[in-house]
């Protein structure tokens, strides 16, 4: 009976360890980007977020093209709303990586202000890092998700950084 306790008690403290690591990661301090990219997802937090940080440091803005239609200004043509707005190939973050990676290369970009939501800052770093050689500065915005939606996300997320650094690397 004690060895189950304790099992519980462990398994109970490692999961609300990995929930708020993935609900308060580090956010990086952002320090003159050359293109801001926004993630796709989220609810248009992330779109206004990314368009908030590159008026800061009057750069432009590289989103992927659900992070626009699922925006604030959705419905807009991507011309209208972001300098460059792109399908990444797959359509997941380690695509958005590898795609963001080869437009940095194309462009010349040495420093990429990477805008996503705070549960997604973590596995975002990890993939981006994998893909470009610059410096990465991922940053996030917070959403009111409800608790069901918080836990739902953070197992999806642990999945997700074990996937990234061992079978499913961005690059």
């Known amino acids: ?7 519980f008690l462990l398994s109970v403290v490692t999961v609300l360890a990995v929930f708020i690591v993935l609900t308060n990661p580090r956010l990086d301090i952002v320090t003159d980007p050359d293109v801001v990219v926004v993630l796709g ?3 248009g937090e992330r779109l206004t977020y990314g368009q908030e940080l590159a008026a800061t440091y009057d ?10 239609t699922r925006g604030t200004l959705g419905g807009l043509p991507c011309d209208s709303v972001v300098q460059w707005c792109v399908e990444p190939d797959p359509s997941t973050t380690a695509g958005e990586a590898r795609t963001a990676a080869a437009y940095a290369q194309e462009n010349g970009w ?8 705070t549960f997604h800052v973590n596995r975002a770093r990890i993939l981006f890092g994998q893909c470009f050689d610059g410096a990465v500065q991922v940053t996030g915005i917070a959403d009111a998700a409800p608790l ?3 836990l739902r996300r953070a197992g999806r997320e642990t999945l997700g950084i074990l996937a990234a650094y061992t079978l499913r690397r961005a690059c």
């Open 1 to 7: 009976m004690r060895k189950v306790v304790t099992f």
């Open 110 to 117: 040495e420093t990429l202000a990477v805008a996503t939501s």
């Open 59 to 68: 750069v432009p803005v590289f989103a992927f093209a659900e992070g626009v």
């Open 148 to 150: 069901d939606v918080q």
């Open 41 to 43: 997802g989220g609810g």
